[in-house]
């Protein structure tokens, strides 16, 4: 008698066990979903092919990083450790530049996009420099203008990560992000002379007098 009913109790474990694992298929089933888009804005994208040309193989750039993949609260209590935990684990580094060889954290980047303070900014501003002086972590501020000055980026890059040589100079199209080529003008006034033109010709005609220089205060035209 007691083999029967053990019987009957492992059927209705077994049958349990197949309904609830159909249902969660059937649930996933019923969820569609899609992409959505780029990761990087055309100004994130931009400024994200001159901190890789910065940086160039003395480290490896990672972006959307969570701040809790990055870091851990100090906390011995339970309780508060969850809530620092939490506080981070809702936001994220813009740009991190890693070790190439063991990934570990050099140098956090933070792009400003140039959109004017609110209040969310403001305390994501506050959250990214408390936690990088906690951690003892780099934090270097960067505008959509560095994109355009990569000689100026490896500058503030090379503070940090020694390997860094910050006297090469390398540009980036204002207007569609592309790398910058130097030619020498072969007709017209400027015979001879050399200027930056945008990689992408025809289909981008940007093009920049090589002598130009950008003030640490000014913003290149776009």
């Known amino acids: 008698?007691?083999?029967?009913?053990?019987?009957?109790?492992?059927?209705?474990?077994?049958?349990?066990?197949?309904?609830?694992?159909?249902?969660?298929?059937?649930?996933?089933?019923?969820?569609?979903?899609?992409?959505?888009?780029?990761?990087?804005?055309?100004?994130?994208?931009?400024?994200?092919?001159?901190?890789?040309?910065?940086?160039?193989?003395?480290?490896?750039?990672?972006?959307?990083?969570?701040?809790?993949n990055v870091l851990s609260p100090l906390e011995t209590d339970k309780k508060r450790w969850f809530i620092a935990n939490n506080r981070i684990a809702k936001s994220y580094f813009d740009f991190v530049v890693c070790d190439p060889r063991t990934l570990d954290i050099r140098v956090i980047i933070e792009f400003d996009n140039g959109k004017p303070l609110d209040k969310g900014k403001i305390e994501r501003q506050k959250l990214l420099m408390h936690v990088c002086k906690s951690a003892s972590i780099p934090l270097i501020g960067t505008t959509i203008k560095h994109s355009y000055q990569v000689g100026r980026l490896r500058r503030l890059l090379a503070a940090h990560i020694d390997l860094i040589e910050p006297e090469k100079e390398v540009r980036f199209c204002k207007r569609c992000g592309s790398p910058m080529v130097i030619k020498i003008a072969s007709v017209g006034d400027h015979k001879g002379r050399r200027f930056f033109t945008c990689s992408r010709q025809p289909q981008c005609t940007y093009t920049e007098n090589y002598n130009v220089v950008f003030d640490e205060e000014d913003s290149p035209n776009q």
């Open 1 to 68: 008698m007691e083999s029967v009913f053990i019987v009957v109790g492992l059927l209705v474990l077994f049958f349990l066990v197949v309904q609830k694992r159909y249902l969660k298929q059937e649930e996933l089933k019923d969820s569609a979903y899609k992409k959505k888009g780029p990761i990087l804005s055309m100004q994130e994208s931009a400024f994200f092919n001159a901190l890789v040309t910065a940086v160039g193989s003395h480290g490896v750039v990672l972006t959307k990083v969570n701040m809790a």
